[in-house]
């Protein structure tokens, strides 16, 4: 399954990022203001999206705790519709009956997508493997998201692609870029790092090593 054809099921390209920034977040509560700098999508798409999903009962939301500025005796602006929904935070509603069916499905479709998402380092240098963990597996005790070794790494366009991939999924990756000669010399020292990636669940998106 592609992400073209997620679009298609769900109505809308804007609707599958936000769709992954809940999912692969359970349990986290965003703010209008957090999940545009997340998903990249416009504040007016963006909003239509949300209440969309939270009439389907998909999102849930809760208000969010506010500093008091006023003082004493001051009488209190009335709040607009629109900063209202600005103090909102929003989160994946558990209780969704088919919460678990959608994290399924989309991580299915993130590993369906493998050969397009190797595809996207062809510019960062001479890379030998690139191993996937942490939040890509479910595995949340994991030390790293990703893992990424090779020679003549292009750190900054690996920055630029991890970036890419963070705004797909919509949060922040924990990954580390090794040199070749580096991660074997580790390897061989059973460096701590390296052996918890390796020695827990992980999947291998690119190995040269084989």
Known sequence: ????????????????????????????AFLLSEILKRTKIKQADLKKEVLF???????SYRKAPQTENST???????????????????????????????????????????????KRFKNCGKIKLIILSGIFIQDGGARADMLVVGDEIKRKEVERVMSSIEVDIGRELIYAVLETRDFTYRLHSSDKFIRDILDYPHKRLVDKFA
């Open 53 to 59: 999903l939270e009439g389907l009962e998909i999102l």
């Open 72 to 118: 004493s005796g001051k009488k209190r602006k009335k709040t607009h519709p629109t900063e209202s929904f600005k103090h909102r935070l929003w989160s994946l509603n558990p209780n969704f009956f088919f919460v678990e069916h959608l994290r399924a499905l989309f991580s299915a479709e993130f590993f369906a997508n493998q050969d397009e998402l190797s």
């Open 1 to 28: 399954m592609s992400s073209e054809t997620l679009a298609k099921l769900f109505g809308s390209p804007n609707r599958v990022k936000l769709l992954r920034l809940f999912i692969f977040n359970p349990g986290e």
